[in-house]
């Protein structure tokens, strides 16, 4: 049977745990790298619910995109939610391995192709490569791609709506008729607006914009927030279908917890 490192190997060939982000956390963040993996349970995040849910399956790997360690953990208090999390992982020797920036930032088979392909872009390239990981401007932050034929903004940003599932999505004025370029950044994205205006955008997709930062917008480009989660719901499907590919004795399910914090009314 394979091991939690195994694992941890084929998801580096894929997305490289170096390309994360320097303020990042993902890797290997609980777990004995040498334990067999039973089953996979794949998740956007890891809360003491989805462990539970890890349990129930019969898995004792959860592979999922935000690192429930993030910044310092600087004590165990049963009764916060990430101390309950790390609790209810080490009592039933579940191992948890976060793959994030690091999937962010690669252009095939990352977080923004996936959503690309759910909204019609194609013919995507990296929107800000950091050609100090990779001089061939495949890896950095953002994609930028096409739609085949130009469509009325408010048509698509509706098509978006569906195809992205987003209980709400929030605008900025549709200074552009018709919308062909579009730049896409799951999760927060806002520090990419500039990039995408300078590569010719008509519309922004993303998630976690303020108040202020809409106006940045300027009657350049279409900034619409999708919300986090809904930008990056679809990473789940990827992963579970990179890890079937290479690995087929055990099995890999999809968490049924929402994790979402977010509610819409
Ligand atoms: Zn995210």
Redesign the pocket.
Known sequence: MPTVNDIYNYLDQIAPFRYQESYDNAGILIGDREMEVTGVLIS?DTTEAVVLDAINQGCNLIVS??PIIFGGVKRIDYQHYISKTIVAAIKHDIAIIAI?TNLDNVLADGVNQMIASKIGVTDLRILNPNLALDEMSNVGSGVIGTLPTPVESLDYLLEVKSQMKAGVIKYTDLCKSRVHTVAIC???GSFLLPAAIAAGADLFITADYKYHEYFDANGQIIIADIG?YES?QYTSEQLSKLISQKFRNFAIHLTKVNTNPVNYL
Do not use: T
């Open positions: 956007l995109h935000h994030h799951g999760g927060s986090h990056e």
